[in-house]
Structure formats: C-alpha cells, structure tokens
C-alpha cells in the first residue's frame, strides 16, 4: 500500500513565500516522477510543476520563475517552493506520484498515487 502525505501549505500575503512538501511511503520499488496539481474551486485540476526520476521538470507557464520544484529520489519525496504567491494561486494543492510499488504476487506495477490535498490561500 502506497501513501502520500503533504505537509505545508496555509495563508500567505500577495508577493510572499509558501514551501509544500510530500512524501511517499509504503511498498515502493521504484519513484518515476512526482508532482503538484492545484485546483481552485469551481475549476479543474490542473498541473502545476512535475519532476522525473531522471532530472526533467515540467511547469505550468502561470508559475515560471516563480515556483521551484524539488525531488529527492532517494527518499520519494517531492518539495515545492513557491515564490511571488499572487490571489490566483489560491487552490488546494494536491501531490502527485507515479510509483512502481511491489505487488502481493511479488512483481510490481506502476501506477499513479494522490495526497489529499492541501489548502494555500493568498490574500491581504
């Protein structure tokens, strides 16, 4: 059983600075990627930044250089850093994997893996 927590998150003023962290735990051969996905109320979820095993980072052309993600491999974790916060951020922030985790049969198999999600709100 594969889990992902979250942790960060909150209130912060318009221009300020939030930190979002996640880890992956449970039965893990193997992290692919891993990644944040906002959604705002009444809107769809969407991408925000992700992170290979391999080094490649992708982000949402709203947070370029403004928003830094982070993974360590080596602890399945992700971080993200978020910098210049304006209103429009404001969203539940959800993290996401994709994990190659060990099966009961003792194979393995790869497959997405979401958090709960947690609030960042920014405002004056």
């Known amino acids: 059983q594969v889990q992902l927590v979250e942790s960060g998150g909150g209130l912060a003023q318009p221009g300020g600075s939030l930190r979002l962290s996640c880890r992956a735990t449970g039965d893990i051969y193997e992290t692919y990627s891993m990644a944040w996905y906002r959604q705002a109320p009444g809107e769809e979820r969407v991408l925000v930044a992700k992170g290979t095993k391999g080094g490649t980072t992708k982000y949402s052309d709203s947070v370029v250089g403004r928003f830094s993600i982070s993974v360590d491999n080596a602890l399945n974790s992700v971080s993200l850093q978020m910098n210049n916060l304006k209103p429009e951020d404001t969203a539940v922030y959800f993290c996401?994997?994709?994990?190659?985790?060990?099966?009961?049969?003792?194979?393995?198999?790869?497959?997405?893996?979401w958090g709960h999600g947690t609030q960042v709100t920014v405002s004056s």
């Open positions: 996401q994997a994709e994990i190659i985790a060990w099966t009961p049969q003792g194979g393995t198999s790869i497959d997405p893996y």
